[in-house]
């Protein structure tokens, strides 16, 4: 079970996603076709578009934060365990993110270029939802990696640490 919950930040994500493509896929439609998918003629331009800015939105969001820490480890001296997936709502952001490229690149095979059925249409809207969601959700986790990255906090973290077990010496026996 131990070694089920090392690779938890790529299971979540993948079980919920997993999950609300079954929703959207087997269950009645969420969603009318309010934007009118059915009959516009470049959906596979809207997955490419999909795909497209989540990569270069990962791209630079993984940039800066290397570049962050790389500065906050010379500048203080800190070494955060050689990784920044340290942050654990990084390590999942950066997990869904990868998630929901790979499910839009499934879908834009799997949906058709004709006669979309409303089940097909619920997996574009599914796929309009995780982009928006992941865009929404840049914001705060960004604003939490760089806040972790605060001396005082880091100084605070160590000095919760210490008890009496790590500064006096036991002399059992002698």
Avoid: H
Avoid at 97 to 104: C, M, N, Q
């Amino acid at each position: 079970m131990s070694k089920v919950l090392n690779y938890k930040y790529i299971i979540y994500p993948f079980v919920a996603i997993f999950l609300g493509c079954l929703a959207f896929w087997y269950s009645p439609p969420f969603v009318s076709d309010c934007f009118k998918i059915e009959s516009y003629g470049k959906r596979y331009e809207l997955f490419n578009l999909i795909i497209g800015s989540l990569v270069s939105i990962m791209g630079i969001y993984i940039t800066v934060s290397l570049v962050a820490y790389e500065f906050f480890k010379q500048k203080s001296g800190v070494d955060f365990n050689k990784s920044f997936l340290i942050n654990s709502l990084s390590a999942y952001y950066i997990s869904f993110s990868v998630l929901t490229i790979i499910v839009a690149f499934l879908s834009s095979i799997i949906v058709p270029i004709d006669n979309l059925s409303a089940n097909e249409i619920s997996i574009i809207y599914f796929n309009i939802f995780l982009f928006v969601l992941i865009i929404s959700f840049l914001i705060p986790v960004a604003f939490n990696l760089f806040s972790s990255l605060k001396p005082e906090k880091l100084a605070s973290e160590q000095i919760d640490k210490i008890d009496s077990k790590s500064i006096f010496i036991s002399n059992n026996g002698i």
